[in-house]
Protein backbone atom coordinates (compact mmCIF):
# COMPACT_ATOMS: atom_id res chain seq x y z
CA UNK A 1 0.00 0.00 0.00
CA UNK A 2 1.47 3.46 -0.85
CA UNK A 3 1.82 5.78 2.15
CA UNK A 4 -1.23 7.93 0.53
CA UNK A 5 -3.35 5.17 0.56
CA UNK A 6 -2.61 4.39 4.45
CA UNK A 7 -2.99 8.26 5.63
CA UNK A 8 -6.28 7.94 3.65
CA UNK A 9 -7.34 4.56 6.09
CA UNK A 10 -6.07 5.73 9.05
CA UNK A 11 -8.36 9.08 8.53
CA UNK A 12 -11.25 6.70 7.73
CA UNK A 13 -10.39 4.76 11.04
CA UNK A 14 -9.95 7.67 13.43
CA UNK A 15 -13.33 9.29 12.08
CA UNK A 16 -15.25 5.89 12.74
CA UNK A 17 -13.58 5.71 15.95
CA UNK A 18 -14.67 9.43 17.13
CA UNK A 19 -18.48 8.70 15.59
CA UNK A 20 -18.50 5.49 17.97
CA UNK A 21 -17.92 7.37 20.94
CA UNK A 22 -19.39 10.28 20.62
CA UNK A 23 -23.50 11.21 21.33
CA UNK A 24 -25.38 14.31 21.59
CA UNK A 25 -23.65 17.36 23.76
CA UNK A 26 -26.60 17.20 26.26
CA UNK A 27 -25.96 13.42 26.92
CA UNK A 28 -22.85 13.66 28.23
CA UNK A 29 -20.81 16.05 30.27
CA UNK A 30 -20.34 19.58 28.62
CA UNK A 31 -16.68 20.98 27.67
CA UNK A 32 -16.16 22.53 30.67
CA UNK A 33 -17.08 19.72 32.74
CA UNK A 34 -20.74 20.39 33.75
CA UNK A 35 -23.67 18.58 34.49
CA UNK A 36 -26.01 17.19 31.82
CA UNK A 37 -28.36 18.61 30.72
CA UNK A 38 -31.68 16.66 32.06
CA UNK A 39 -34.59 16.08 30.09
CA UNK A 40 -38.04 17.82 30.19
CA UNK A 41 -39.41 17.61 32.97
CA UNK A 42 -43.23 16.72 33.81
CA UNK A 43 -43.93 19.99 35.23
CA UNK A 44 -45.89 21.38 31.91
CA UNK A 45 -47.87 18.24 32.19
CA UNK A 46 -48.96 19.37 35.60
CA UNK A 47 -49.55 22.69 34.90
CA UNK A 48 -51.62 21.80 31.78
CA UNK A 49 -54.21 19.54 34.15
CA UNK A 50 -54.18 22.54 36.53
CA UNK A 51 -55.75 24.71 33.68
CA UNK A 52 -58.24 21.70 32.59
CA UNK A 53 -59.43 21.49 36.08
CA UNK A 54 -59.85 25.52 36.94
CA UNK A 55 -61.58 25.64 33.60
CA UNK A 56 -64.34 22.78 34.54
CA UNK A 57 -64.75 24.03 38.26
CA UNK A 58 -65.70 27.69 36.52
CA UNK A 59 -67.85 25.48 33.78
CA UNK A 60 -71.43 26.45 33.73
CA UNK A 61 -72.62 23.31 33.23
CA UNK A 62 -71.24 22.12 36.47
CA UNK A 63 -73.33 25.11 38.23
CA UNK A 64 -76.14 23.68 36.25
CA UNK A 65 -75.85 20.27 37.46
CA UNK A 66 -75.52 21.28 41.30
CA UNK A 67 -78.83 23.80 40.97
CA UNK A 68 -80.32 20.61 39.69
CA UNK A 69 -79.74 18.81 42.54
CA UNK A 70 -81.37 21.45 44.87
CA UNK A 71 -84.31 21.80 42.69
CA UNK A 72 -86.96 19.53 41.25
CA UNK A 73 -89.90 20.29 38.42
CA UNK A 74 -92.99 19.10 38.74
CA UNK A 75 -96.30 20.04 36.59
CA UNK A 76 -99.16 21.49 37.57
CA UNK A 77 -101.69 18.85 37.44
CA UNK A 78 -99.66 16.44 39.31
CA UNK A 79 -99.00 19.04 42.08
CA UNK A 80 -102.98 19.86 42.78
CA UNK A 81 -103.68 16.28 42.66
CA UNK A 82 -101.14 15.64 44.85
CA UNK A 83 -102.58 18.26 47.78
CA UNK A 84 -99.27 20.48 47.19
CA UNK A 85 -100.04 24.24 47.92
CA UNK A 86 -97.91 27.75 47.53
CA UNK A 87 -98.45 31.21 49.48
CA UNK A 88 -96.78 34.01 49.46
CA UNK A 89 -94.13 34.45 52.41
CA UNK A 90 -95.32 37.54 54.40
CA UNK A 91 -95.70 38.92 57.84
CA UNK A 92 -97.27 37.44 60.55
CA UNK A 93 -97.48 36.78 63.95
CA UNK A 94 -95.85 34.75 66.85
CA UNK A 95 -97.87 33.89 69.40
CA UNK A 96 -96.25 33.51 73.24
CA UNK A 97 -98.07 30.89 74.30
CA UNK A 98 -97.95 28.91 78.07
CA UNK A 99 -98.42 25.65 78.90
CA UNK A 100 -101.09 25.38 82.19
CA UNK A 101 -102.96 22.33 83.66
CA UNK A 102 -106.71 22.50 84.25
CA UNK A 103 -109.37 20.78 85.02
CA UNK A 104 -113.39 20.16 83.68
CA UNK A 105 -116.48 21.13 85.54
CA UNK A 106 -120.11 21.41 84.70
CA UNK A 107 -121.31 25.44 84.08
CA UNK A 108 -122.96 26.87 87.06
CA UNK A 109 -126.89 27.27 86.41
CA UNK A 110 -127.21 24.07 83.88
CA UNK A 111 -127.22 21.86 86.77
CA UNK A 112 -130.29 21.04 88.96
CA UNK A 113 -130.68 19.07 91.71
CA UNK A 114 -134.41 17.13 92.15
CA UNK A 115 -135.42 17.05 95.52
CA UNK A 116 -138.74 14.95 97.24
CA UNK A 117 -141.24 18.03 97.88
CA UNK A 118 -143.21 15.97 100.71
CA UNK A 119 -141.92 13.49 102.55
CA UNK A 120 -142.68 9.43 101.47
CA UNK A 121 -141.55 5.95 100.29
CA UNK A 122 -140.17 6.30 96.86
CA UNK A 123 -142.64 4.56 94.30
CA UNK A 124 -140.52 4.61 91.28
CA UNK A 125 -137.56 5.82 89.10
CA UNK A 126 -137.59 6.52 85.69
CA UNK A 127 -133.90 7.26 85.10
CA UNK A 128 -131.01 6.17 86.01
CA UNK A 129 -126.82 7.38 86.15
CA UNK A 130 -125.93 8.79 82.69
CA UNK A 131 -129.25 8.44 80.96
CA UNK A 132 -130.20 11.34 78.87
CA UNK A 133 -133.76 13.57 79.85
CA UNK A 134 -135.49 16.35 78.75
CA UNK A 135 -136.72 19.11 79.99
CA UNK A 136 -140.27 18.13 81.98
CA UNK A 137 -139.41 14.43 82.29
CA UNK A 138 -140.99 12.74 84.68
CA UNK A 139 -137.86 11.20 86.66
CA UNK A 140 -139.26 9.44 90.04
CA UNK A 141 -142.84 9.10 92.25
CA UNK A 142 -142.85 9.70 95.26
CA UNK A 143 -146.15 8.63 97.61
CA UNK A 144 -146.86 11.45 99.42
CA UNK A 145 -147.58 10.54 103.69
CA UNK A 146 -149.28 13.88 104.06
CA UNK A 147 -152.10 13.83 101.12
CA UNK A 148 -151.53 9.87 100.87
CA UNK A 149 -150.97 10.26 97.11
CA UNK A 150 -148.56 9.49 94.49
CA UNK A 151 -146.80 13.02 92.99
CA UNK A 152 -144.07 13.34 90.00
CA UNK A 153 -140.75 14.58 89.76
CA UNK A 154 -139.31 16.05 86.85
CA UNK A 155 -136.28 17.57 85.49
CA UNK A 156 -136.31 21.25 85.21
CA UNK A 157 -133.75 20.71 82.42
CA UNK A 158 -132.28 18.48 79.62
CA UNK A 159 -129.15 17.14 79.93
CA UNK A 160 -127.77 14.10 81.68
CA UNK A 161 -128.32 11.90 84.87
CA UNK A 162 -124.83 12.90 86.31
CA UNK A 163 -126.25 11.68 90.52
CA UNK A 164 -128.75 9.05 91.94
CA UNK A 165 -129.12 8.73 95.21
CA UNK A 166 -132.45 6.72 95.69
CA UNK A 167 -133.88 3.22 95.60
CA UNK A 168 -137.33 2.12 94.87
CA UNK A 169 -138.80 1.85 98.23
CA UNK A 170 -136.72 4.62 99.92
CA UNK A 171 -138.34 6.58 102.62
CA UNK A 172 -137.41 10.00 101.34
CA UNK A 173 -138.16 13.01 103.76
CA UNK A 174 -138.95 16.31 102.20
CA UNK A 175 -136.34 18.23 100.63
CA UNK A 176 -133.66 15.60 99.88
CA UNK A 177 -132.03 15.48 96.83
CA UNK A 178 -132.88 11.82 94.80
CA UNK A 179 -130.64 13.06 91.14
CA UNK A 180 -128.81 15.44 89.99
CA UNK A 181 -129.58 16.32 86.24
CA UNK A 182 -126.57 18.95 84.32
CA UNK A 183 -126.34 19.95 80.91
CA UNK A 184 -122.79 18.96 79.53
CA UNK A 185 -123.15 20.04 75.98
CA UNK A 186 -120.94 23.07 77.29
CA UNK A 187 -118.56 22.74 79.89
CA UNK A 188 -115.99 25.24 81.94
CA UNK A 189 -112.47 24.10 81.84
CA UNK A 190 -110.44 25.97 85.02
CA UNK A 191 -106.70 26.99 84.24
CA UNK A 192 -104.50 27.00 86.86
CA UNK A 193 -102.21 30.06 85.62
CA UNK A 194 -99.11 31.46 88.07
CA UNK A 195 -96.98 34.55 88.48
CA UNK A 196 -97.16 37.05 85.97
CA UNK A 197 -99.14 35.55 83.05
CA UNK A 198 -102.43 36.07 84.57
CA UNK A 199 -101.78 39.72 84.21
CA UNK A 200 -101.63 38.98 80.61
CA UNK A 201 -105.08 37.18 80.23
CA UNK A 202 -108.46 38.87 79.55
CA UNK A 203 -111.56 37.46 77.96
CA UNK A 204 -111.01 36.46 74.70
CA UNK A 205 -107.42 35.19 75.06
CA UNK A 206 -107.10 32.40 72.68
CA UNK A 207 -106.74 29.11 74.85
CA UNK A 208 -106.21 25.27 73.19
CA UNK A 209 -107.41 22.76 75.72
CA UNK A 210 -105.52 19.03 74.69
CA UNK A 211 -107.39 16.13 76.07
CA UNK A 212 -104.71 14.00 77.52
CA UNK A 213 -105.58 10.44 77.16
CA UNK A 214 -105.74 11.11 72.82
CA UNK A 215 -104.35 14.44 72.45
CA UNK A 216 -107.65 15.77 70.97
CA UNK A 217 -107.50 19.36 70.62
CA UNK A 218 -110.29 22.28 70.62
CA UNK A 219 -109.66 25.72 70.10
CA UNK A 220 -111.50 28.33 73.13
CA UNK A 221 -111.10 31.72 74.68
CA UNK A 222 -110.62 32.65 78.02
CA UNK A 223 -114.35 33.27 79.46
CA UNK A 224 -113.08 35.14 83.01
CA UNK A 225 -110.70 35.66 84.97
CA UNK A 226 -111.74 34.97 88.53
CA UNK A 227 -111.12 37.79 91.53
CA UNK A 228 -109.76 35.11 93.88
CA UNK A 229 -106.23 33.26 94.43
CA UNK A 230 -106.74 29.88 94.56
CA UNK A 231 -105.72 29.28 98.30
CA UNK A 232 -103.86 26.00 98.36
CA UNK A 233 -101.77 26.33 94.75
CA UNK A 234 -101.41 30.17 94.76
CA UNK A 235 -102.86 30.42 91.20
CA UNK A 236 -105.12 32.43 89.28
CA UNK A 237 -108.34 30.37 87.67
CA UNK A 238 -108.53 31.38 84.59
CA UNK A 239 -111.77 29.92 83.10
CA UNK A 240 -113.20 29.36 79.24
CA UNK A 241 -115.75 27.87 77.84
CA UNK A 242 -115.18 23.98 75.90
CA UNK A 243 -118.13 22.46 73.49
CA UNK A 244 -118.67 19.57 74.49
CA UNK A 245 -122.25 18.85 72.13
CA UNK A 246 -120.27 15.08 71.47
CA UNK A 247 -120.51 14.33 74.71
CA UNK A 248 -116.62 12.89 74.67
CA UNK A 249 -115.28 15.91 77.12
CA UNK A 250 -116.04 14.17 80.81
CA UNK A 251 -116.64 16.38 83.87
CA UNK A 252 -113.84 16.08 86.39
CA UNK A 253 -111.31 15.16 83.62
CA UNK A 254 -107.61 16.75 84.04
CA UNK A 255 -106.84 18.48 80.51
CA UNK A 256 -103.96 20.56 79.45
CA UNK A 257 -103.91 24.29 77.63
CA UNK A 258 -101.90 26.36 75.68
CA UNK A 259 -102.63 29.76 76.70
CA UNK A 260 -101.80 33.05 74.47
CA UNK A 261 -99.91 35.75 76.50
CA UNK A 262 -98.59 37.86 74.33
CA UNK A 263 -98.53 38.29 70.02
CA UNK A 264 -95.27 39.27 68.20
CA UNK A 265 -95.64 40.79 64.79
CA UNK A 266 -92.66 40.03 62.74
CA UNK A 267 -91.84 41.12 59.38
CA UNK A 268 -91.45 37.60 57.63
CA UNK A 269 -93.23 34.37 58.65
CA UNK A 270 -94.22 31.01 56.87
CA UNK A 271 -96.21 27.82 58.24
CA UNK A 272 -94.15 25.26 60.26
CA UNK A 273 -95.35 22.88 57.69
CA UNK A 274 -93.39 25.04 55.15
CA UNK A 275 -89.98 23.94 56.89
CA UNK A 276 -88.07 20.78 56.45
CA UNK A 277 -84.41 19.70 56.95
CA UNK A 278 -82.42 19.59 53.88
CA UNK A 279 -78.50 18.93 54.41
CA UNK A 280 -78.63 19.18 57.88
CA UNK A 281 -79.89 22.64 57.75
CA UNK A 282 -84.02 24.45 57.44
CA UNK A 283 -85.49 25.07 54.25
CA UNK A 284 -88.36 26.13 52.65
CA UNK A 285 -89.03 25.53 48.84
CA UNK A 286 -89.87 28.40 46.47
CA UNK A 287 -91.88 27.54 43.73
CA UNK A 288 -91.46 29.62 40.17
CA UNK A 289 -93.88 28.03 37.58
CA UNK A 290 -93.25 24.21 37.50
CA UNK A 291 -89.64 24.78 39.18
CA UNK A 292 -89.53 23.83 43.51
CA UNK A 293 -86.01 25.25 44.42
CA UNK A 294 -84.53 24.49 47.81
CA UNK A 295 -84.20 28.13 49.75
CA UNK A 296 -82.08 27.66 53.32
CA UNK A 297 -83.19 29.55 55.95
CA UNK A 298 -82.30 30.91 59.26
CA UNK A 299 -85.39 30.99 61.43
CA UNK A 300 -86.67 32.93 65.05
CA UNK A 301 -89.31 32.75 66.82
CA UNK A 302 -92.05 30.59 66.58
CA UNK A 303 -95.41 29.38 68.11
CA UNK A 304 -97.56 26.19 67.37
CA UNK A 305 -98.60 27.07 63.87
CA UNK A 306 -96.14 29.74 62.60
CA UNK A 307 -92.43 30.20 62.52
CA UNK A 308 -90.61 33.90 62.26
CA UNK A 309 -87.81 33.63 59.02
CA UNK A 310 -84.58 35.80 59.32
CA UNK A 311 -82.78 35.05 56.39
CA UNK A 312 -83.07 33.33 53.15
CA UNK A 313 -86.66 34.67 51.61
CA UNK A 314 -87.58 37.15 50.35
CA UNK A 315 -91.85 38.78 51.40
CA UNK A 316 -94.01 38.00 48.09
CA UNK A 317 -92.19 34.48 46.72
CA UNK A 318 -94.25 31.58 46.22
CA UNK A 319 -93.31 29.08 49.16
CA UNK A 320 -94.88 25.82 49.78
CA UNK A 321 -96.85 25.54 52.78
CA UNK A 322 -98.85 22.04 52.56
CA UNK A 323 -97.12 18.29 51.85
CA UNK A 324 -93.87 19.83 51.19
CA UNK A 325 -92.36 17.15 52.71
CA UNK A 326 -93.60 15.39 48.90
CA UNK A 327 -90.93 17.85 47.08
CA UNK A 328 -88.48 17.22 49.77
CA UNK A 329 -88.67 13.25 48.69
CA UNK A 330 -88.86 14.37 45.22
CA UNK A 331 -85.99 16.66 45.19
CA UNK A 332 -84.32 13.53 47.06
CA UNK A 333 -84.91 11.29 44.34
CA UNK A 334 -82.97 13.43 41.70
CA UNK A 335 -80.12 13.94 44.12
CA UNK A 336 -80.16 10.22 43.76
CA UNK A 337 -80.13 10.16 39.88
CA UNK A 338 -77.34 13.04 39.90
CA UNK A 339 -75.11 11.07 42.24
CA UNK A 340 -75.20 7.96 39.66
Given at each position: MTRLGTSVFSCILLGLALSGCGGTP????????GPAQSTPSHDA??????????????????????????????????????????????????????????????IDGR???????????????HANLGDAVRAGQTIAVVDSNQSLSPYALTSPISGVVV????????????????????????LWVDLHVYGSD???????????????DDGTRQQTEVDRVLPATATASQSTVVRARLDNSDGQWRPGTAITAEVVVDRIDV????????????????????????????RPVRLGRRDAVHV?????????EQVVVEQSYLVKADIGKADAGHAH
Open positions: TDGPTAQGDDAHADNDNADRAHDPRADETHDDALSTRIEADIARESGIVAAPAGPGTIADAHEVQGLLTPRARIAARFAGPVRALARDAAVGDIADAGRVLMEVADLSQARHLRPGSPVTVVRLALAVPLAAVQRMAGADAVFVVEGDRYETEVLEGLVAG
